[in-house]
């Protein structure tokens, strides 16, 4: 069995409950994102460590296209500065079994007060020293625009995020507008990474949030947040689930240039989009 397959099966079943308090939910609705302290079991997070790992390993995705570096143009040489894996669980579904997975499909359900929710997942790694940052975006300028969300990103990192390492930064009430209009990074639809065209009015006004590893941070799809590089000595790993109601297609789609030009370019990459949901 290869090194990757035997230590899937090897998933520790450790249990952890996780509950909100009433203001989580308002603090939820006003500022558009909260943090917890806690959201897996230690046991789980050395697994999801070694897991990753091996998976960064291969750089490979769980289908074609699906491995890629957020800062760069498909197939750069040399180091990748901000690795993605997108949709781990479609190839190993045993992630949907986790602690984090079913947690966040939980507060999930609680902070967008809806019944169900189903998601998808991605792992965004930021290596010591060279780990590229994230300018200012929001979650929902990736998505397809001829759709409404109601969505959500619950954020974990595998090690400590703190300023140096690259924590996340948000804009307390910046989810309440609507999407501002992006660029592909280096206005080049090659690079996965997007990037508001100006910076957002209220930047000024970003908190930064460092979190331990195995807390996380929930924000909403329209929230504008930013990362910055790691320049750390210890790697960054991170890993969010996206927690969505099936969305709604519009009548008019929105007008997102840079989606369509990114989804072109990939597409002539890698071929078709997977599409994650039935
Ligand atoms: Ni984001």
């Given at each position: 069995?290869?090194?990757l397959?035997?230590?899937?099966?090897?998933?520790?079943?450790?249990?952890?409950?996780?509950?909100?308090?009433?203001?989580?939910?308002?603090?939820f609705?006003?500022?558009?994102?909260i943090?917890?302290?806690?959201?897996?079991?230690?046991?789980?997070?050395a697994?999801?460590?070694?897991?990753?790992?091996?998976?960064?390993?291969?750089?490979r995705?769980?289908y074609r296209g699906g491995?890629?570096?957020?800062?760069?143009?498909?197939d750069?040489?040399?180091e990748?500065?901000?690795?993605?894996?997108?949709?781990?669980?479609?190839?190993f579904?045993?992630?949907?079994?986790?602690?984090?997975?079913?947690?966040?499909?939980?507060l999930?359900?609680?902070?967008?007060?809806?019944?169900?929710?189903?998601?998808?997942?991605?792992?965004?790694?930021?290596?010591?020293?060279?780990?590229?940052?994230?300018?200012w975006?929001?979650?929902?300028?990736?998505?397809?625009p001829?759709?409404?969300y109601?969505?959500?990103?619950?954020?974990?990192?595998?090690?400590?995020?703190?300023?140096?390492?690259g924590?996340?930064?948000?804009?307390?009430g910046?989810?309440?507008?609507d999407?501002?209009?992006?660029?592909?990074?280096?206005?080049?639809?090659?690079?996965?990474?997007?990037?508001?065209?100006?910076?957002?009015a209220?930047?000024?006004?970003?908190?930064?949030?460092?979190?331990?590893?195995?807390?996380?941070?929930?924000?909403?799809?329209?929230?504008?947040?930013?990362?910055?590089?790691?320049?750390?000595?210890?790697?960054?790993?991170?890993?969010?689930?996206?927690?969505?109601?099936?969305p709604?297609?519009?009548?008019?789609?929105?007008?997102?240039?840079?989606?369509?030009?990114g989804?072109?370019?990939?597409s002539?990459?890698?071929?078709?989009?997977?599409?994650?949901?039935?």
């Open positions: 069995m290869s090194v397959a035997d230590l899937i099966q090897r998933r520790p079943d450790a249990p952890f409950e996780v509950e909100l308090k009433p203001t989580q939910i308002e603090e609705r006003t500022r558009g994102f943090q917890i302290p806690r959201i897996t079991s230690d046991e789980e997070l697994w999801l460590r070694q897991v990753y790992d091996a998976l960064f390993t291969e750089k995705g769980a491995y890629f570096d957020l800062t760069r143009p498909y750069s040489e040399g990748d500065l901000l690795p993605q894996i997108i949709a781990p669980e479609t190839r579904p045993q992630f949907k079994e986790t602690s984090f997975w079913k947690n966040g499909a939980k999930a359900r609680h902070l967008l007060g809806v019944e169900h929710v189903r998601g998808w997942g991605h792992m965004i790694r930021k290596p010591a020293r060279i780990g590229g940052s994230l300018p975006h929001q979650d929902e300028a990736y998505w397809d001829a759709f409404d109601r969505a959500l990103g619950c954020w974990m990192p595998l090690d400590a995020a703190t300023i140096e390492s924590c996340m930064s948000m804009i307390p910046a989810h309440l507008g999407i501002v209009p992006h660029r592909h990074l280096n206005d080049d639809p090659n690079v996965e990474g997007l990037e508001t065209i100006t910076l957002p209220r930047a000024a006004e970003a908190v930064p949030l460092p979190t331990p590893a195995g807390g996380a941070v929930l924000h909403h799809c329209r929230m504008l947040h930013m990362s910055g590089p790691n320049v750390s000595e210890h790697v960054r790993r991170a890993y969010a689930n996206e927690w969505q109601t099936p709604v297609k519009r009548a008019i789609p929105y007008e997102r240039p840079w989606q369509v030009e989804r072109e370019a990939h002539k990459k890698f071929g078709k989009d997977l599409v994650f949901f039935d």
